[in-house]
């Protein structure tokens, strides 16, 4: 049985993130109708392609802290340079994606590379934050680096295009990434005028984010570039029709059922929580960028 169609989100408005990043938020915990409905994902920005003239600057975004979740960039063009206060580094391309767990706190910066800086070019990224169940929360910071060629690529049926397995589990074949609950991230690309049956785990909060182009679900709901699809927890899978070469993320994961506290860059379980974390990073326990 399919996922039923709950909601399709509006486009939303573009904003700036430093001064490199101009970004839409797609969805976020903190959205009406939203919140605990897309657990165990909080928020997903994502930067249309654009073009960077060369320059001596390095933009981007400078030190900033995290608590309690974890940021995932997937690299579509452009190249960024992170680095934090756990000692963690690394630079990612097209295709590659970083995936950080801040838990008990970090400090990192996020510039595009001194070598995209000097030739110029396009820059297109995409950032989830992924939740953390409370007895993660207070971990230890950690950093995956993964590469394109890490990530598997499955060829869709009847040439329908492909599927980048990052996270989880797409019909036996592994992603690299390691997650702290059950999840699946895809980066899917299908071609104009064909057909996905998507198989989605029962019981499992699922979202299609379309990053380009334009599908139909199940027959009956179109979306296009910009806006966001949940599904029901219920049901085994979900047809998708492109209408145009579309590129979109599939996300599934294990609901978490824990209260969420937020506010800025940190996401806990409790206001007590938040105030803590404001303190001990004024009080510069997360360190800093070295």
Not at 106 to 120: C, I, N, Q, T
Not at 205 to 234: F, H, M, P, Y
């Amino acid at each position: 049985m399919n996922k039923k169609v709950l909601l399709i989100s509006d486009k939303t408005p573009q904003h700036w993130v430093g001064d490199a990043f101009q970004v839409r938020t797609m969805f976020s915990y903190g959205s009406p109708g939203l919140g605990s409905a897309i657990s165990p994902f909080l928020l997903l920005d994502y930067g249309d392609p654009r073009e960077v003239k060369p320059s001596p600057e390095q933009g981007g975004v400078g030190e900033h802290p995290h608590r309690g979740f974890e940021t995932v960039t997937i690299a579509y063009q452009g190249e960024v340079d992170h680095r934090d206060s756990a000692g963690h580094s690394g630079r990612i391309g097209p295709g590659d994606v970083q995936w950080m767990t801040a838990a008990s706190g970090v400090v990192h910066e996020e510039k595009l590379s001194p070598d995209f800086m000097k030739r110029g070019g396009t820059i297109e990224m995409a950032q989830l934050w992924v939740n953390l169940p409370a007895k993660y929360k207070m971990s230890a910071p950690k950093y995956q680096s993964i590469s394109r060629d890490q990530i598997p690529t499955v060829a869709l049926p009847n040439d329908a295009g492909s599927l980048r397995v990052i996270a989880g589990d797409y019909t036996n074949t592994q992603g690299p990434a390691q997650t702290f609950t059950p999840l699946n991230v895809w980066d899917v690309k299908l071609n104009a005028n064909s057909k996905l049956d998507l198989p989605l785990p029962d019981n499992r909060t699922s979202l299609l984010a379309i990053l380009r182009g334009s599908i139909t679900v199940n027959d009956a709901s179109k979306a296009s570039g910009g806006q966001v699809v949940l599904l029901a927890a219920e049901g085994d899978g979900a047809m998708i029709q492109a209408e145009s070469d579309a590129v979109f993320l599939v996300l599934n994961g294990e609901h978490i059922p824990e209260q969420i506290a937020g506010y800025g860059p940190f996401v806990m379980n409790t206001r007590e929580e938040i105030h803590q974390a404001i303190e001990d990073y004024q009080n510069g326990l997360m360190g800093h960028v070295e």
